[in-house]
T-cell receptor, first 112, second 112 residues
Framework: AQSVTQLGSHVSVSEGALVLLRCNYS??????LFWYVQYPNQGLQLLLK??????LVKGINGFEAEFKKSETSFHLTKPSAHMSDAAEYFC??????????FGSGTRLSIRP | DTGVSQNPRHKITKRGQNVTFRCDPI?????LYWYRQTLGQGPEFLTY????????KSRLLSDRFSAERPKGSFSTLEIQRTEQGDSAMYLC??????????FGSGTRLTVV
């Protein structure tokens, strides 16, 4: 069975500071991994994805994530937070060739 | 093709009434998914289609829920005899394998 755990339901950082959102997954086969962002009252937008190949994946809006198989992790980072980054972020895994399973989300707040 | 379209955006209904939501996916995507999202939670998988075939249904999808995708194009999700616990955001997404999902903006259902 596949599952996703996001550590920290709420993360708050100062504008310009490093953003780190943590995600660990469970999968019996090599997974596809995703990060999505959701703004209030909107659907989810794909930030980045890992399928195969390079383990450091770059996405939109300056975000990147690194797949670490030994740690079963796929943490999301951004070197310098911007006010517009405030949103809900979801990590997701697809290892069944059928559906994506989402974590419970991390709400990112940015302090001026 | 501008993305995944969901209608209506909002629906308020009285308990016991039936409601139907529509999703128009990206035309070249053969997979279509329905998810449900409640406040503060990640999306929960309901069901998915590959072309017109419904390949998997979650245990969350009670007998009051039914989904169709005639001719492998648009899809409808019907909820019969709505209950207050059905209040949620219903999200539709479409994909080709491994590309990640493209989500619609969702239909917010409120049962009063």
């Amino acid at each position: 069975a596949q599952s996703v755990t996001q550590l920290g339901s709420h993360v708050s950082v100062s504008e310009g500071a490093l953003v780190l959102l943590r995600c660990n997954y469970s999968s019996s086969v090599p997974p596809y991994l995703f990060w999505y962002v959701q703004y209030p009252n909107q659907g989810l937008q794909l930030l980045l994805k890992y399928t195969t190949g390079a383990t450091l994946v770059k996405g939109i809006n300056g975000f990147e994530a690194e797949f670490k198989k030994s740690e079963t992790s796929f943490h999301l980072t951004k070197p310098s937070a911007h006010m517009s980054d405030a949103a809900e972020y979801f990590c997701a895994v697809d290892s069944s060739a059928s559906k994506i399973i989402f974590g419970s989300g991390t709400r990112l707040s940015i302090r001026p | 093709d501008t993305g995944v379209s969901q209608n209506p955006r909002h629906k308020i209904t009285k308990r016991g009434q039936n409601v139907t939501f529509r999703c128009d996916p990206i035309s070249e995507h053969n997979r279509l998914y329905w998810y449900r999202q409640t406040l503060g939670q990640g999306p929960e998988f309901l069901t998915y289609f590959q072309n017109e075939a419904q390949l998997e249904k979650s245990r969350l999808l009670s007998d009051r829920f039914s989904a169709e995708r005639p001719k492998g194009s648009f899809s409808t999700l019907e909820i019969q005899r709505t209950e207050q616990g059905d209040s949620a955001m219903y999200l539709c997404a479409s994909s080709s394998r491994g590309d990640g999902y493209t989500f619609g903006s969702g239909t917010r259902l409120t049962v009063v």
